[in-house]
């Protein structure tokens, strides 16, 4: 799996709109068919700030993204609306979902 964990710093002025500005990205991501996970959170510290997690099949899903259209069209419509250029981190990892997280275990989840 390839995992993604992308901040996004976002002109004040458009924060409150982001999930409507990158709704069409989002959906279209969504859909591929290597994407595993696609999902933006707007920090609790910071109302400008969106962090994108995305985690795709493996390479090959990951560059059918970089490559596909609506990336594409992401890439010329999305910077517009950013105050500095988004911040990630990408790491490959051998395994192919989300794993339980043990240390908060809930009796009865398998």
């Not at 002109?11 to 500005?21: G, Q, V």
């Not at 510290?45 to 594409?72: C, I, N, W």
Request: charged share 25%; net charge negative.
């Amino acid at each position: 799996m390839i995992f993604i964990t992308a901040k996004f710093s976002v002109r004040p002025e458009y924060a409150d709109r982001w999930p409507e500005i990158t709704a069409d990205f989002t959906a279209a991501t969504r859909a591929e068919p290597g994407c595993l996970s696609f999902d933006w959170s707007r920090s609790v510290e910071d109302p400008t700030e969106y962090v994108l997690v995305e985690a795709f099949r493996d390479d090959d899903a990951g560059a059918a993204h970089v490559q596909s259209s609506h990336f594409k069209a992401a890439q010329q419509t999305l910077p517009p609306h950013l105050s500095a250029t988004p911040r990630i981190v990408n790491m490959k990892l051998p395994q192919d979902d989300w794993s339980l997280l043990g240390e908060m275990a809930v009796e009865g989840d398998q």
